[in-house]
């Protein structure tokens, strides 16, 4: 089993920058697909980023240019770079893996999900 823990998360201006990381444990999840979704208050839970077991990356169009998601093997761990933050970025971020290793956005086919990371952007 898989244990997913996320960090990085705070308080910022638009504008600004955070990194996002997402230290596994457990086995490794070089060959998982990875990806990080968002849940603002009161909305649906939304994808935003994906990195398959090839290390291909997938993002949603409201983050395009701006997020980046990226791998590190050797820490186990994998991270959502967000630039221009904008206070509709706002939303607990979690990041999930799923053994099989391709690309979805569908967040029911994930097995394994962190607690998440509040991540709040003021105007």
């Known amino acids: 089993q898989v244990q997913l823990v996320e960090s990085g998360g705070g308080l910022v201006q638009a504008g600004a920058s955070l990194r996002l990381s997402c230290a596994a444990s457990?086995?490794?999840?070089?060959?998982?697909?990875v990806a990080w979704f968002r849940q603002a208050p009161g909305k649906e839970q939304e994808f935003t980023s994906c990195?398959?077991?090839?290390?291909?990356?997938y993002y949603a169009d409201s983050v395009k240019g701006r997020f980046t998601i990226s791998r590190d093997n050797a820490e186990n761990t994998v991270y959502l770079q967000m630039n221009g933050l904008q206070p509709e970025d706002t939303a607990v971020y979690y990041c999930a893996s799923r053994e099989r290793g391709y690309y979805s956005t569908n967040s029911k086919n994930y097995e394994n999900w962190g607690q998440g990371t509040q991540v709040t952007v003021s105007s």
């Open positions: 990195l398959d077991w090839n290390s291909r990356t």
């Open positions: 457990g086995r490794t999840i070089s060959g998982d697909a």
